[in-house]
């Protein structure tokens, strides 16, 4: 028994965090929040030839091995540093659902994806704003040929902007027990028919509605069975909601910083108020929580990466990130008081991504009662 | 990073699991902490000497003093299942305390005379720090040690000294230096009980068991008694709360946990199964990952001492969230369990299978709470040597 990372983790840590300090500095933080794509496509392409895309899938399906042990480390400097680039929606969910598919149209466009030359996104969340399959309503019809017309409109589609395709979840049957109903479908974003329209939001994400008005794709756009793409989605979902977590602690960790380091400084009544009980306390509620995540985060990806049962583990780390998520940025901006709103300021930005991550790959209410059902099982 | 037991290691939870199988009475839900009947100390004590003949007392002390040199795993697993289920294991002053600071501290000479009686069970300890005016500040403790000739004479009073009346030798830290600064003038001793300078008055719980006063007149002590460095408990004590055991608290909590899900299986409200309301739901889940935090918190400690590395935060972490989350665990079960859950163990209405859940989660809860410091001071110690915030 033995949950410390292995030397060669420790070391990626130090390479991602000195990477991402050197390459997503503050300032071009925002700048690119403020810029059409709303990421770096540079810094995109370097994480590439880093061999950072390729991570955590296997070396049969044109990846570099390794597992969500050592993309939780990126993800952690990623958080840390809020660099945007649309690597979990493309390199981690979009080649994962690739890599599982392993029809021809997938593993052809996998080549790209894991060199960074494609981006690709899931188009998951509807109205109905659950997560899971039973949210899933988009009606897609299945002609007998096996081609799919797709109607309706998915929201909250991240990066969709830049995206080469999209991988839709349609509502091709009613739940059974033997399959959740739902079809994957590789759209092209392009296609007649595809509408993106741009959902401003607090976090500055480059997040879109994508109505499909009467798309029709060919049967070799189908991934995994048909009626059976949640089964094939599920696992992949397991390790972004991994990653996601990592990402809120490492946010969660530069915000503790930034609580301290303005605590250590910030005068008031003739004294440094980091001397006062009711802001240290406020500052050990962010250690606190950022600490039970990366452990739990730490935890979940051993066992998936171990193969082993990961019962509970996943919505344990994903419950407490989203915690992590709500609590680190309001004890923040407690003991940075009026500063914290200022858009100058620093810690608005963490604040707002966090509410996007918080809400995003299941929130706590939907991991808590995932928690439960495996406690009641 | 390994998270799958070896076959050995799982051959020796199977093995500890047949011993409490054969030992323990079936349905059992009694902890010492609660209960001054004295049937059941003598059950506890001579449970614990099983426990002992076993070689599970002392379980990684070096073989010289009579322990089997086992692993830190292997005493985290045994932690687990006698935690689960609940064990009466007696004399943790002495196999936790004493033995902690004899091995981290002590001379040869004391550990060949102090720590093979405490493997077998035969000198129980009762713990001698806190005082009436020296409880989150014991650096401030008064209880005085001069010495006379070989020997030394302790005068004070120590309070809430659980077993106190149970025991044979108190572990007894006490200023020998008055002069010095306040931590560097303490030393610790092992006292002696059975002597015409100690007393005890009781200082009965709100669970059903008694603490003590514990009056400390000229009580004599030789000098071999002497625990460590005179004038250097301090760094023993900061470092030695238990120091050379992994508890597994959150078994406690596990064990409760379990029973509180399959009770609310059955349980209905309202006419309502329990596990259906969405409410109790999220509730369970939050008891949960309180479990599981402090479950991770514990194999990150284990890694700690396998690479002999100091613990991140000062240590701190661990033991506010462990303090605190049993606090909101007994408010939760409180909460889940409803209004039954007031009822005490053995109440023909109690639901049978959790109803060590409400008084007894919550009592100790309130004994978590103070023991080996308040969360609040934990809390300070995180903001200051954790983070680095100024005193």
């Known amino acids: 028994m033995d949950i410390d990372l292995e030397q060669h983790q420790v070391?990626?840590?130090?390479?991602?965090?000195?990477?991402?300090?050197?390459r997503s500095t503050i300032s071009a933080v925002r700048d690119w929040e403020a810029s059409e794509a709303g990421y770096s496509p540079e810094v995109y392409q370097e994480m590439a030839s880093l061999g950072w895309l390729q991570l955590g899938h296997p070396e049969s399906a044109g990846g570099a091995g390794g597992g969500v042990l050592e993309l939780s480390v990126i993800?952690?400097?990623?958080g840390r540093t809020l660099a945007p680039v649309p690597h979990l929606e493309s390199a981690v969910i979009g080649a994962g659902v690739l890599a599982a598919a392993g029809t021809p149209a997938a593993r052809a466009l996998l080549e790209p994806v894991l060199a960074g030359t494609s981006v690709i996104t899931p188009a998951?969340?509807?109205?109905?704003?659950?997560?899971?399959?039973?949210?899933?309503?988009?009606?897609?019809?299945?002609?007998?040929g096996g081609a799919l017309r797709l109607e309706g409109s998915k929201i909250l589609v991240g990066y969709a902007n830049s995206a080469s395709?999209?991988?839709?979840?349609?509502?091709?049957?009613?739940?059974?027990?033997a399959a959740s109903g739902i079809t994957l479908a590789l759209v092209?974003?392009?296609?007649?028919?595809?509408?993106?329209?741009r959902l401003p939001n607090l976090a500055g994400y480059p997040l879109y509605a994508t109505t499909f008005d009467s798309v029709r794709v060919g049967p070799e756009a189908i991934l995994g069975r048909a009626h059976a793409g949640w089964e094939l989605l599920a696992p992949v979902l397991d390790r972004a909601a991994v990653l996601r977590a990592?990402?809120?602690?490492?946010?969660?960790?530069?915000?503790?910083?930034?609580?301290?380091?303005?605590?250590?400084?910030r005068s008031q009544f003739g004294q440094v108020i980091g001397r006062y009980q009711a802001v240290q306390y406020l500052c050990s509620d962010i250690a606190i929580n950022s600490h039970l995540t990366s452990l739990m985060v730490r935890y979940a990806a051993g066992l998936l990466d171990a193969g082993l049962p990961v019962g509970k583990a996943v919505s344990e780390a994903k419950a407490q990130a989203s915690l992590t998520a709500r609590l680190a940025p309001e004890r923040a901006h407690a003991v940075h008081a009026g500063i914290a709103f200022i858009l100058d300021f620093d810690v608005q930005l963490f604040t707002r991504r966090c509410r996007h991550w918080e809400l995003d790959l299941g929130d706590e209410r939907y991991h808590r009662e995932r928690i439960t059902d495996a406690l009641a099982a | 990073m390994e998270l799958q037991l070896t076959a050995a290691q799982n051959e020796w939870r199977e093995e500890l699991r047949d011993f409490l199988d054969t030992e323990l009475p079936p349905q059992w839900e009694r902890s010492t902490e609660w209960c001054e009947d004295e049937d059941f100390w003598a059950f506890a004590i001579a449970f614990t000497r099983k426990v002992s003949a076993k070689g599970w007392i002392g379980l990684t002390w070096p073989e010289e003093y009579g322990g089997l040199a086992r692993q830190p795993i292997d005493q985290l697993i045994f932690s687990e299942e006698f935690t689960y289920r609940d064990a009466p294991v007696v004399n943790t002053i002495g196999w936790g305390l004493a033995a902690g600071a004899l091995l981290a501290g002590g001379t040869e000479a004391q550990k060949q005379k102090f720590l093979p009686p405490i493997q077998r069970t035969d000198v129980l300890w009762a713990e001698g720090y806190t005082e009436p005016e020296a409880g989150s500040d014991l650096a401030s403790l008064t209880t005085s040690a001069v010495r006379d000739g070989d020997e030394w004479v302790i005068t004070g009073q120590k309070t809430f000294t659980t077993w106190g009346s149970h025991a044979d030798m108190l572990y007894c830290a006490a200023r020998t230096d008055p002069d010095a600064p306040r931590h560097r003038g303490i030393t610790i001793f092992g006292v002696p009980i059975d002597q015409p300078g100690v007393s005890f008055g009781p200082l009965f719980n709100i669970g059903g068991g008694r603490q003590n006063h514990t009056f400390l007149e000229g009580a004599r002590v030789p000098h071999e008694n002497m625990i460590g460095t005179e004038g250097r408990a301090w760094d023993l004590i900061m470092g030695g709360f238990y120091g050379g055991n992994i508890g597994a608290s959150y078994m406690d909590a596990q064990q409760k946990l379990d029973k509180i899900v399959a009770w609310c299986k059955t349980a209905r409200r309202n006419g309502k199964l329990l596990i259906e309301d969405a409410v109790v739901r999220d509730q369970l889940a939050e008891m949960d990952l309180l479990v599981q935090a402090e479950r991770l918190l514990t194999y990150e400690s284990l890694s700690n001492i396998?690479?002999?590395?100091?613990?991140?935060?000062?240590?701190?972490?661990g033991a506010v969230v462990g303090k605190e989350?049993?606090?909101?665990?007994a408010e939760l079960t409180n909460l889940v369990v409803g209004r039954v859950g007031q009822l005490a163990v053995g109440s023909r209405w109690a639901p049978i299978d959790v109803a060590s859940g409400g008084p007894e989660a919550w009592f100790r809860t309130s004994i978590r709470n103070h023991a080996g410091g308040t969360p609040q001071v934990k809390r300070m110690v995180l903001a200051t040597r954790g983070l680095g915030l100024p005193r």
Not at chain 1, 75 to 78: F, H, L, N, P
Not at chain 1, 165 to 177: E, K, M, Q, Y
Not at chain 1, 188 to 197: F, N, S, Y
């Open chain 2, 325 to 329: 989350a049993m606090a909101r665990f």
């Open chain 1, 188 to 197: 092209e974003a392009a296609a007649p028919g595809v509408e993106l329209t």
């Open chain 1, 11 to 22: 070391d990626l840590a130090d390479t991602a965090r000195r990477f991402f300090e050197a």
């Open chain 1, 165 to 177: 395709h999209l991988i839709v979840a349609a509502r091709t049957a009613p739940p059974s027990d």
């Open chain 2, 306 to 317: 396998q690479s002999r590395r100091p613990p991140a935060f000062a240590g701190a972490i």
């Open chain 1, 124 to 144: 998951l969340a509807e109205d109905d704003t659950g997560f899971g399959p039973e949210s899933i309503a988009l009606p897609g019809a299945l002609e007998s």
């Open chain 1, 75 to 78: 993800y952690q400097a990623m």
């Open chain 1, 246 to 265: 990592a990402q809120i602690q490492g946010a969660a960790d530069r915000l503790l910083e930034l609580s301290v380091g303005y605590a250590e400084h």
